[in-house]
């Protein structure tokens, strides 16, 4: 069945792609950047949290790294301020914004998911955990975006590092993002695979 | 496609390393670009400063340069107005100035420092450095080497450092005169200096670091 407001646009379906393609190796090479000081507090003494495994880093050393970071930052950059706008001007958002209406809905789902619970009637494209999901997700992608530049220009962007708590606790926020980030992807592969190989295509074809 | 066709590049090793490669120069394009030569990074009451025993030195208990501190001459050359060989007293009579600022590495710690020296661009104007030329080289007593653009060589706070903690600089912190660029990461202070170079054109060695994959601009 051929249903239109089912359809992703163009802009949409490739910045989802160019997004997840920066995403997969911004992480294992911002790990990698960690490895090189895997600690958020001082140098002298130093305090290692935990040195991550090598097969979780891209890159090879710290130099190598950051070629792969920022360059991939500028993209993630650019396709998520292409999303956004996209998204902010058509009003095509709505799809995936998770408003106070929404609030109530998300326990239902989470009973039919995880509790083998009855499933909730729901007339509109997105359930309200899928719009609290994808919603968290583009929060903390904006704020992984934010924070990296914090890190980035922190003698330049200093009032942006002071609005954080200071350049210390940008570096942990840019940690977490990521973490949070990190949290959304198994649950979203999940759910595609369970709604099969039409959803995944239409992130392609756009039908 | 588009993203299939981006994926396909970095799939060949030449053309991956080209476009990381590129994607840093990219970046360092738009860090050239914001860089304001009047805005000052943040400094800091005296209570804040990292205690100097606290304050990481890196390489030099595997390679102290050894310099004679009683021979020592700073040779400057290049687009200059009055190269030769410079004292450090010679260096020391420009108004003296004292910040503590932070210093970060590209690791990712940071310490904030209290250094004392004068002002770099002061320098500049001392030997008559065209001012209109794009870089100053740097080389250093342990083959350590870095260039700057001009706009962070005369930022106000990029200072020819000989004075840590209101003491003389000591030599495992780079005695007797080192670079302190609050505007810049950590690997483009150079330490150890004994020469520096005004040009047009950067020669192939651009930095210890930077030519094995590290920024050039390298600024904060």
Same mark, same amino acid.
């Given at each position: 069945?051929? &249903?239109?407001?089912?359809?992703?646009?163009?802009?949409?379906?490739?910045?989802? *792609?160019?997004?997840?393609?920066?995403?997969?190796?911004?992480? %294992?090479?911002?790990?990698?950047?960690?490895?090189?000081?895997?600690?958020? @507090? &001082?140098?002298?003494?130093?305090?290692?949290?935990?040195?991550?495994?090598?097969?979780?880093?891209? @890159?090879?050393?710290?130099?190598?790294?950051?070629?792969?970071?920022?360059?991939?930052?500028?993209?993630?950059?650019?396709?998520?301020?292409?999303?956004?706008?996209?998204?902010?001007?058509?009003?095509?958002?709505?799809?995936?914004?998770?408003?106070?209406? &929404?609030?109530?809905?998300? *326990?239902?789902?989470?009973?039919?998911?995880?509790?083998? @619970? %009855?499933?909730?009637?729901?007339?509109?494209?997105?359930?309200?955990?899928?719009?609290?999901?994808?919603?968290?997700?583009?929060?903390?992608?904006?704020?992984?975006?934010?924070?990296?530049?914090?890190?980035?220009? %922190?003698?330049?962007?200093?009032?942006?590092?002071?609005?954080?708590?200071?350049?210390?606790?940008?570096?942990? *926020?840019?940690?977490?993002?990521?973490?949070?980030?990190?949290?959304?992807?198994?649950?979203?592969?999940?759910m595609v695979?369970?709604h099969g190989w039409k959803n995944f295509a239409g992130m392609?074809? @756009?039908? | 496609?588009?993203?299939?066709?981006?994926?396909? #590049?970095?799939?060949?090793?030449?053309?991956?390393?080209?476009?990381?490669? /590129?994607?840093?120069?990219?970046?360092?394009?738009?860090?050239?670009?914001?860089?304001?030569?009047?805005?000052?990074?943040? +400094?800091?009451? !005296?209570?804040?400063?990292?205690?100097?025993?606290?304050?990481?030195?890196?390489?030099?208990?595997?390679?102290?340069?050894?310099?004679?501190?009683?021979?020592?001459? #700073?040779? +400057?050359?290049?687009?200059?107005?009055?190269?030769?060989?410079?004292?450090?007293?010679?260096? /020391?009579?420009?108004? /003296?100035?004292?910040?503590?600022?932070?210093?970060?590495?590209?690791?990712?710690?940071?310490?904030?420092?209290?250094?004392?020296?004068?002002?770099?661009?002061?320098?500049?104007?001392?030997?008559?450095?065209?001012?209109?030329?794009?870089?100053?080289?740097?080389?250093?007593?342990?083959?350590?080497?870095?260039?700057?653009?001009?706009?962070?060589?005369?930022?106000?706070?990029?200072? #020819?450092? !000989?004075?840590?903690?209101?003491?003389?600089?000591?030599?495992?912190?780079?005695?007797?005169? /080192? #670079?302190?660029?609050?505007?810049?990461?950590?690997?483009?202070?150079?330490?150890?200096?004994?020469?520096?170079?005004?040009?047009?054109?950067?020669?192939?060695?651009?930095?210890?670091? +930077?030519?094995?994959?590290?920024?050039?601009?390298?600024?904060?």
């Amino acid at each position: 069945m051929h &249903d239109p407001g089912h359809e992703h646009p163009p802009i949409v379906r490739a910045c989802h *792609w160019i997004i997840a393609l920066s995403l997969a190796v911004l992480i %294992p090479s911002g790990v990698e950047v960690f490895a090189a000081f895997p600690s958020f @507090g &001082d140098k002298v003494p130093q305090a290692d949290l935990f040195v991550p495994p090598s097969a979780l880093r891209l @890159g090879g050393w710290l130099g190598g790294a950051l070629q792969w970071h920022f360059t991939f930052a500028w993209l993630l950059t650019i396709a998520m301020a292409s999303y956004i706008a996209y998204q902010a001007i058509t009003r095509n958002g709505r799809q995936v914004l998770f408003v106070r209406r &929404d609030v109530h809905g998300v *326990w239902p789902m989470v009973r039919h998911y995880f509790l083998f @619970g %009855p499933k909730p009637a729901n007339s509109e494209i997105y359930n309200p955990l899928q719009k609290m999901a994808y919603s968290i997700a583009i929060v903390l992608t904006v704020i992984s975006i934010v924070t990296g530049f914090a890190l980035y220009k %922190p003698a330049h962007l200093s009032w942006l590092a002071n609005a954080m708590g200071g350049f210390r606790l940008v570096r942990v *926020w840019h940690f977490g993002a990521m973490c949070g980030v990190l949290a959304f992807i198994p649950g979203h592969l999940v759910m595609v695979a369970l709604h099969g190989w039409k959803n995944f295509a239409g992130m392609w074809t @756009g039908r | 496609m588009l993203p299939l066709a981006s994926a396909a #590049l970095l799939l060949n090793p030449t053309w991956r390393r080209e476009a990381i490669e /590129r994607g840093l120069a990219l970046s360092d394009v738009a860090s050239a670009t914001v860089f304001n030569g009047h805005h000052l990074a943040p +400094v800091f009451a !005296d209570h804040e400063v990292t205690p100097f025993e606290r304050y990481p030195l890196n390489s030099y208990l595997t390679h102290d340069p050894e310099v004679d501190l009683d021979d020592w001459r #700073l040779d +400057v050359s290049g687009l200059v107005h009055t190269p030769g060989r410079y004292t450090i007293d010679d260096i /020391r009579a420009l108004p /003296r100035l004292r910040q503590n600022t932070r210093h970060i590495c590209i690791e990712g710690w940071d310490v904030v420092g209290s250094y004392g020296g004068v002002r770099l661009r002061d320098f500049l104007t001392a030997i008559g450095a065209d001012t209109r030329a794009r870089f100053v080289e740097f080389r250093c007593a342990d083959d350590y080497y870095e260039s700057l653009d001009m706009d962070a060589a005369r930022h106000p706070q990029s200072l #020819l450092c !000989d004075e840590m903690y209101g003491r003389p600089l000591s030599r495992e912190h780079g005695a007797p005169l /080192r #670079l302190v660029l609050p505007t810049k990461l950590g690997y483009k202070q150079a330490k150890y200096i004994t020469s520096l170079r005004v040009t047009e054109v950067l020669g192939p060695k651009r930095g210890y670091w +930077v030519d094995q994959g590290y920024s050039w601009h390298g600024g904060l």
